[in-house]
């Protein structure tokens, strides 16, 4: 009972320490352990095979293969990425101080039909991630959501569609048009939880190794 209630107080801590977010269990030696990630970006390409190693970031993707100290890695973008097949998408975006880049997704594809979640795993190897690259000290850019002029279009889009959207609710509503005011409210609130949601989480941000945003991952 002893070691569970101090295993559960280790957990809490380092949850504190992460910003609130959950540890995953089996990390606890993480210093000292090899973690792996994986996923398929397309149903018929290679898989993304990632791994935090003691001396870096190691990645293989097909023929091309690297290995990255963790304070030779120069930004990490956060972001949420939602497609058709998978409302719950998150990517990371990572660059090497010589410019390279790779993503990783939280998300892979196993059939035709399916592309499933890997929030836990994932949640986990990020997290991990930029732990390792605090105790290498790094100095890199960390960023949260989209880039600016990409956010700031997205915010114009938003804006125009929200206006073209009250005038046609305005105009059902003056010429009685009651079922068409109503499919056009069911239409707006849709669109405001879809498209809404997704402006919000990726306001552009920068944010520290000792928290990361939460609504970045998942």
Sequence with gaps: MYAALSAALERRRRSRENGGLPVAIGLANEAATDVRY???ASLIGAAHQFELTASGLSWRV???SGAWPYAKIAAIRLSYRPVSMQSRRFRADIENADGAGIAILSTTWQTAALMAPQDH???AF???LHRRMKEAGSNAALIGGLRPRIYAA???LLTLVAIAMAGLLVRAVA???FAGALFLV???ALFAWQVGGFVGRNRPQAY???RLPRALLP
């Design 38 to 40: 994986a996923y398929k």
């Design 154 to 156: 997205a915010i114009v």
């Design 126 to 128: 990020i997290t991990l």
């Design 175 to 177: 010429t009685g048009e």
């Design 121 to 123: 795993d994932y949640r």
């Design 186 to 188: 069911g239409f707006a």
């Design 62 to 64: 097909g023929d091309k």
């Design 208 to 210: 520290t190794f000792e």
